[in-house]
Each structure stands twice: as C-alpha cells, then as structure tokens.
C-alpha cells in the first residue's frame, strides 16, 4: 500500500506541474498548428506569382533574343554595304583628284584672247577647249558619285535606325537582368519564410507530442494490480483500497483538469 501510496503522490505532483492543462496546452499549439498549416495557401499563391513573373520574364527575354539576332543581321548587312560604298569613293577618288588638280592647272593658266572689233584671234583656244573637257569630267563624276550619295544617304538613315534599336534592345536587356535579380531575391525571401514556417509547425508538433507522452507516461505509472479492481487483502480489504481511482482522476486532470 505504501507503494501506491508513493505512486499517488508522484502522479499528484507531477499534475501540480502542470498550471494549464495538457489538453488546454495541446489546444493552444494545435491553433498555432493550424494558422500556420494555413499560411501555406499564401505560399502557393505567392509561388504561383512567382512563377508566372518568371514566365514573363523568360517571354520578354526570348523577345530579345529575336530581335538581338535581327539586330545582328541587319548590322551585319549594313556593315557590308558600307564597306561596298566606302570601296565605291576609294574607286573614285584619283579621278576625283585628277580632276581636281586639273582644275587648278586650268585656273592657274588663265588665257585672255585678243579682240578688235568684235573679232578674237583664237590664241586661247586650248584654254576655252580645256574648260569643256573639265566640264564633260565633271558632269561625269557627278553622274558616278550619285549613287553612291543616294546608298550613303540611306546607310545614315540606316545607321540611326539601327542606333535606336541598340538602345532599345540595351534597355531591354538591363531591365531583364534587373527583373531577373528582383525575381531570385523575392524567391530566396519566400523559400526562406516558407521553410521557416514549416520548421514552426514541425516544432509545435514536437511540442504536442512531448505533452501527450507526458500524459501517456502518467498512465503508464499506473500499477498493474489497477487492472483487477476486485483483489483483496488476505484480511479482505479491497487491495486497492480506491487509489486507482485517484491516479487515474489525477491524470485525467493533468489532460483536461476534469474531477
């Protein structure tokens, strides 16, 4: 009798422990349990968010893939007629230059005719027949340098297309690069939280568990002789004498705080 006596006090002392109630305690971190589990609807739509940013983010860039390569293109096509015009100048700059130097031969030789009464003796010409064949030079390098004013004129319109698109397509690329790093910080913050939830409700868990096995302990404390509720003394006194119901009123009171 001693020994229940002892186990009765133990079990008592262990319920005194215990301000709140376990069951009251298993409430309380089971609604935290739940608030939490309940946040993991907001991390899956915060997810989804994600990952159509991402989506969106991979289509503008993709964009830009496209256009980078018709932009490539269109430099590489440039590039190769002005190389043609540029190649079409070098062709004809020493006639240019000979008739440039003509000209100033013809300038520095000046030839003035003699006249009387209206009738010039020819003496110069050499110098009016030089002047024409300049003139016919000239007529000619105009008629072969128009095409190539016309293809250079268009190249610069060509060349500040192109210059706006370079723009355009570096401004693109800085602001995928910028989106793409808001992106990874925004999933590196959700990954984190959402770990730390989840390592939030693990440890509720744990919680809840050390509570039930502290109930489950004070059950186990129980003697076995409580499961023959009629064993007697040798004098024929009950053998338990009413402290099985003590312990296990005192248990039921460390769960729920029932009498």
């Known amino acids: 009798m001693k020994r229940f006596a002892l186990l009765l006090c133990t079990i008592l002392f ?25 946040k993991r609807a907001d991390f899956k739509a915060a997810s989804d968010a994600q990952d159509a940013k991402a989506s969106d983010i991979k289509f503008v860039y993709e964009a830009w893939q496209k256009q980078s390569a018709k932009y490539d293109q269109d430099l590489a096509a440039y590039n190769a007629k002005y190389t043609e015009v540029a190649r079409g100048y070098q062709l004809l700059e020493p006639a240019a230059e000979n008739y440039k130097q003509r000209v100033s031969q013809h300038n ?18 050499w110098y009016n027949s030089e002047k024409a064949q300049l003139d016919a030079n000239k007529a000619q390098l105009e008629q072969a340098y128009a095409p190539l004013e016309a293809r250079a004129s268009q190249l610069q319109n060509d060349k500040g297309y ?15 690069r910028t989106s793409v790093a808001t992106w990874k910080e925004a999933e590196e913050r959700l990954k984190s939280a959402f770990l730390d939830n989840e390592a939030e409700i693990t440890r509720l868990q744990d919680m809840i ?16 002789e409580c499961d023959k509720p009629n064993a007697t003394l040798p004098n024929g006194d009950p053998l338990l004498n009413g402290k099985c119901e003590e312990m296990h009123a005192a248990c039921g009171r460390m769960f729920d705080g029932n009498k």
């Open 14 to 38: 262990a319920v005194g422990l215990f301000a709140q109630t376990t069951g009251d305690q298993i409430n309380a971190l089971q609604q935290q349990i739940d608030a939490r589990v309940a």
């Open 162 to 176: 192109l210059d706006q698109t370079a723009d355009k397509l570096n401004t693109i690329q800085q602001g995928v």
């Open 108 to 125: 520095a030789n000046q030839c003035t005719e003699k006249c009387v009464n209206g009738s010039c003796d020819g003496s110069c010409a």
């Open 209 to 224: 568990a050390r509570l039930r096995g502290s109930y489950n302990n004070c059950i186990l404390n129980i003697p076995k």
